[in-house]
């Protein structure tokens, strides 16, 4: 045969075959050792792991749901840690490791404060721009306790894109982003994001418990606990507890008598399929 | 003191990561702990000493037999990663505990480029078996130091106000360069 490369065939053949039989050996080795070498996993942490929502938010305090799963078929926590889950799985996961489990109502996070920058400062603050560092300095740049500094912490920690400061300088959560995982309410320093049924019709985006003339001095949209919405409610789903509107979102109809009373517009209509 | 030579020139001298430039992947991308830049210069130092011994065997006495010296490159990608699966399913079976330190780390070092630097620096310096491992050893403890020292100084850097273009990897980088720099006053050094 004529070789027009002009290079000994068995130069590139030879190479060739060495190599191949280098990673067929080690490749059945590897087969070989990876069945020998195996470790017996509960079948269980599977079949958890699966029904979980995967997205290792880390809101159950774990590192992520592979370990989540581990953790909880070892019975080092409980399922409904999981904030993000809903109730089918959650029901699934119950069966699988011969627990009950009661799911409660789909929950998510909300801001509550109304206030930004309608809200007094103390002091003018120049530092690192987040809210933890800001609060650190006697209790934050806002006259009022329960006042969203608006510096973002939140939203910065959020994975989901879910909160936003808007132009009002206050936090706002996106109900339809939200997986309800937790992060947001965790780290607040002022601990005004709570969670709230996801089919609550009105929220009081206030957590002010002092008197109604305190509030006044510092805050324009802050709630002075007038009582108007209680007063205003038919169905007896408002309570006045510590100055504040306690809202009862079962007896809740969303008539917005109560959104349409308030002075201050501390309480506002959701938006729910 | 051949041997002393040999370790001093691998860990401060001639140091993997900031004066050989190899393995940066991980020297930039699991420096941001010092918990798991530990794990991972462990875990590194562990993989390289024994690949340096098993490339060692498999050059001398599989390559060089054959005259195939020049495939070394490929073949050492072979052994190095076959040798990685091999090691953490070891660890996983018999030390759990090794297992769950190590972590992550242990497969991600499959792709770590020094492991195999070494390897192949190993066989152009002309080392003997024994110094081979130990240069491999040594240069682990290397990448070891080097990535605690960067993960050291960005847990400090979080706390401090680096401007929001720098933040993350670039001012990584950038610490590394000096690290580098500074590094580089050993090669001035007389044994």
């Known amino acids: 045969m004529y070789n027009f490369l002009a290079i000994d065939i068995m130069q590139v053949v030879f190479p060739t075959v060495v190599l191949v039989t280098i990673a067929v050996v080690f490749a059945v080795l590897l087969a070989y050792l990876g069945k020998v070498l195996s470790v017996e996993r509960d079948a269980k942490i599977d079949e958890v792991r699966a029904l979980l929502p995967g997205s290792n938010c880390g809101g159950c305090g774990s590192a992520g749901c592979d370990n989540f799963a581990e953790t909880l078929v070892a019975g080092g926590t409980v399922v409904s840690a999981c904030t993000q889950m809903n109730n089918d799985n959650l029901a699934k996961i119950a069966e699988i490791l011969g627990v009950t489990a009661e799911g409660g109502v789909p929950t998510v996070a909300v801001v509550r404060c109304n206030g930004g920058n309608a809200c007094k400062d103390k002091y003018t603050y120049l530092g690192y721009g987040n809210c933890i560092a800001n609060e650190l300095v006697s209790g934050g740049s806002k006259s009022c306790a329960w006042g969203c500094i608006g510096m973002a912490t939140c939203s910065k920690l959020c994975n989901y894109g879910a909160i936003n400061v808007n132009g009002d300088g206050v936090s706002v959560v996106d109900p339809k982003k939200c997986v309800n995982c937790g992060l947001c309410i965790s780290q607040c320093p002022k601990s005004i994001i709570t969670r709230i049924p996801a089919s609550a019709k009105i929220v009081v985006a206030c957590m002010n418990q002092d008197k109604g003339k305190d509030v006044m001095s510092i805050c324009a949209h802050g709630c002075i606990a007038c009582t108007l919405c209680v007063k205003a409610c038919e169905f007896d789903a408002i309570k006045m507890v510590n100055n504040l509107p306690v809202v009862d979102h079962d007896k809740c109809t969303g008539c917005f008598k109560c959104v349409e009373k308030c002075p201050k517009n501390v309480i506002h209509k959701r938006e729910v399929e | ?191």
């Open chain 2, 1 to 191: 003191m051949d041997y002393i030579l040999l370790i001093f020139t691998a860990v401060l001298v001639s140091n993997v990561a900031l004066s050989q430039f190899l393995g940066i992947c991980p020297f930039i991308g699991v420096s941001k702990k010092l918990d798991s830049a530990l794990g991972m210069g462990f875990a590194v130092t562990f993989v390289m000493t024994i690949a340096s011994a098993l490339t060692f065997v498999v050059y001398q006495y599989m390559l060089l037999p054959l005259d195939l010296g020049y495939l070394r490159t490929i073949a050492f990608i072979l052994v190095i990663a076959s040798l990685v699966q091999l090691v953490e399913m070891f660890i996983k079976k018999f030390s759990p505990t090794l297992y769950k330190a190590l972590g992550v780390y242990l497969p991600l070092i499959t792709t770590n480029c020094a492991v195999l630097g070494i390897a192949i620096a190993n066989i152009t310096a002309g080392h003997t078996f024994a110094m081979a491992v130990v240069n491999g050893c040594a240069s682990g403890l290397g990448f070891a130091l080097a990535i605690s020292l960067l993960a050291g100084i960005r847990e400090k850097m979080k706390a401090s106000d680096t401007p929001d273009c720098f933040k993350g990897f670039p001012i990584a980088l950038v610490i590394a360069a000096i690290m580098s720099m500074a590094f580089s006053a050993f090669q001035n050094m007389v044994f």
